[in-house]
T-cell receptor, first 112, second 115 residues
Framework: GDSVTQMEGPVTLSEEAFLTINCTYTATGYPSLFWYVQYPGEGLQLLLKATKADDKGSNKGFEATYRKETTSFHLEKGSVQVSDSAVYFC???????????FGDGTTLTVKP | DAMVIQNPRYQVTQFGKPVTLSCSQTLNHNVMYWYQQKSSQAPKLLFHYYDKDFNNEADTPDNFQSRRPNTSFCFLDIRSPGLGDAAMYLCATAGLAGVGAETQYFGPGTRLLVL
């Protein structure tokens, strides 16, 4: 079945540091890939997505590129802020828009 | 703004006392999902609806039931909550087909506490 593997956390960075959170997946066909962010006590918010190979999703300074050759969708941000502290989930949805598969989440803490 | 709304945001119930959580959406999406999430773990799918077609996950306990009276509303009923059912419950929606159908939109969640 489908699976998503995320870089284990927690991750602690200083403000303005570079962020990478690794995500790799296993799926048949051509799934869509997502990053969701969850702030404390809140639901999941869609951060960015990519629906086909080589697409780059971007939002709020975050980026991720759909790499089919390495089955990866790593999340990056050039300069993190304290307000980026949250849990980040990588997810995929199969080609037929069926059930999504989520990674285990990575907790990011950014210190001033 | 089109959105997914969950009420209440916090719910306290007693062990064994039935409780209902509600979700509504203004996105006119065909698909609605209920997830259980514990301690910032990955959300666990309980069940979902394609329109009125109910789809239960194999490992969802019978204690959890759902109703979808119309496109906009969906309810999660926990018939006899146990201490292990304390969690965040997330509702999500998605379109059935077309551009953007692969994307799920989440509500803010209801945090359930069982005393």
């Amino acid at each position: 079945g489908d699976s998503v593997t995320q870089m284990e956390g927690p991750v602690t960075l200083s403000e303005e540091a570079f962020l990478t959170i690794n995500c790799t997946y296993t799926a048949t066909g051509y799934p869509s890939l997502f990053w969701y962010v969850q702030y404390p006590g809140e639901g999941l918010q869609l951060l960015l997505k990519a629906t086909k190979a080589d697409d780059k999703g971007s939002n709020k300074g975050f980026e991720a590129t759909y790499r089919k050759e390495t089955t990866s969708f790593h999340l990056e941000k050039g300069s993190v802020q304290v307000s980026d502290s949250a849990v980040y989930f990588c997810a995929l949805t199969p080609t037929n828009a069926g059930k999504s598969t989520f990674g285990d989440g990575t907790t990011l803490t950014v210190k001033p | 703004d089109a959105m997914v709304i969950q009420n209440p945001r916090y719910q306290v119930t007693q062990f064994g006392k039935p409780v209902t959580l509600s979700c509504s959406q203004t996105l006119n999406h065909n698909v609605m999902y209920w997830y259980q999430q514990k301690s910032s773990q990955a959300p666990k799918l309980l069940f979902h609806y394609y329109d009125k077609d109910f789809n239960n996950e194999a490992d969802t306990p019978d204690n959890f039931q759902s109703r979808r009276p119309n496109t906009s509303f969906c309810f999660l009923d926990i018939r006899s909550p146990g201490l292990g059912d304390a969690a965040m419950y997330l509702c999500a929606t998605a379109g059935l087909a077309g551009v953007g159908a692969e994307t799920q939109y989440f509500g803010p969640g209801t945090r359930l506490l069982v005393l």
